[in-house]
């Protein structure tokens, strides 16, 4: 084959670990103007190089890219993914000279291209020379998926690369309609995308949009299928839910056993925590005036009454622009919370307060449900709970819950467009464990 290098390429990349699936999103990503289809690593190492096999059936004249991240043994995997049906095979930049000069030499016998995939490799810019004098056919300028919840993107060094390589370069890593201008800016000649073609909603509109991008070379604007890589995540919290995070992270706990008073139950923010005694509200009460907007109060009087919340700390915290209240003990004018319409998740609801006596601390370490919560600590609640992102891991959480929200946004719309069941969709029994 002969790579045209007119106009951009744009190279799907089938990240799903089942294969019905990739075929139904790569049919109609081709028919809205996808040019390459790549099998993910993921679906080669779940459903093997039969699924080379059945892309290149299902698609005999369309070129056919197989992610096999070889880091050793390169003739044999460029020679399998080869006699499977690939027109290119990828091997990892940080394998060793020897592997990579294999991957080369094998891919010249049996006629396929070789894709050199930078992701991890250090000085990326001479290994990029390197394997171009090598013979290498493609060089793939690469930011890890893992690497972009951490908020990191391909661009760096894509520039640099492209201005020195005569060979073409492919580049991927979180492309989506906003920053394909860039990649194809920066010189890059194969614009590789997964996650915002793949776990979109509508494939032909996430494939037109950024299809649109790359001829028009403008920016198509983007809610999802971004990561940030600031601290100010307010934004995504926002989006996500309580389940997207805990899913993100490998289902950590939230905080179970409070229920939000009234219907307004989406509240985001930093804690400031308080600890205090059994209705002891002074210090929940002086947290208020030094909480700053956007801020949550999270107070430990001992999971138990007498209240140490209610309408006036609401309407003081309300006034000043806070963004929740977490008490685990009790509350009271329920009635007179909810018409405040401010979130306040409570243990417990009485009549019965207790009296200010002002013992206790703001702003020191404190404990809920086995969950601990630093002061500054993101706290997320909805109508499913709450959970607690620590400061120093929000950002990459937030990433993460962000991803979790696209593919449940995919897999509702599977489900409601196929009428059929989640366990059908994923092929649940399949993937379960034996
Ligand atoms: O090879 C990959 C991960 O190693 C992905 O296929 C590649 O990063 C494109 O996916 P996305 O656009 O979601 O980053």
Partial sequence: MNINLDTPILQIAL?????????????????SGVDWIEAGTPLIKSEGLDSIRALRKEFPSTTIVADMKTMDAGRLEMETAAKAGADIAVVMGCATDATIKECINTGKNYGIKVEVDLIGVTDSVSRSIDVEKWGADIIGVH???????????????????????????????????????????????????????????????????IKNAISTREKVAEVLYKRTSSDDIREILERVSTANISDGRHRLKGIAGMNCI?????????????????????????????????????????????????????LSAKQKGLAGAVINGAVRDSGEVRELQFPVF?????????????????????????????????????????????????????????????????????????????????????????
């Fill in 143 to 209: 930011t890890a998926i893992d690497e972009q919840m951490h908020g990191n993107l391909p661009f760096e060094k894509l520039k640099e690369i492209c201005s020195k390589a005569s060979i073409p370069v492919a580049v991927a890593g979180g492309i989506n309609s906003e920053t394909v201008v860039d990649a194809v800016n920066a010189g890059a000649k194969i614009i590789v995308v997964g996650g915002s073609i793949c776990k979109a909603p509508n494939i032909k509109i996430a494939t037109e949009k």
């Fill in 15 to 31: 990240d799903f670990i089942n294969l019905r699936r990739a075929i139904n999103v790569a049919r109609e990503a081709v028919g």
């Fill in 262 to 314: 009234g219907s307004e139950t989406k509240m985001v923010g930093r804690a400031v925590t308080v600890r205090t005694y059994p209705g002891d509200w002074a210090k929940p009460v002086e947290a208020i005036d030094i909480a700053e907007e956007g801020d949550i109060i999270v107070v430990d009087a001992g999971g138990v009454g007498p209240a140490v919340w209610g309408e006036l700390a609401t």
């Fill in 346 to 434: 409570a243990k417990l609801v009485m009549p019965n307060a207790g009296e200010p006596k002002g013992f206790g601390e703001i702003g020191v370490p404190i404990n809920i449900s086995g969950i601990t919560i630093n002061n500054g600590d993101w706290v997320v609640g909805d109508s499913d709970g709450l959970i607690v992102l620590p400061k120093r891991e929000a950002k990459e959480m937030a990433n993460y819950a962000m991803d979790w929200l696209e593919r449940e946004n995919r897999l509702r719309e599977e489900i409601s467009q196929g009428k059929t069941s989640l366990a059908e969709v994923t092929e649940l029994l399949k993937w379960t464990k034996k």
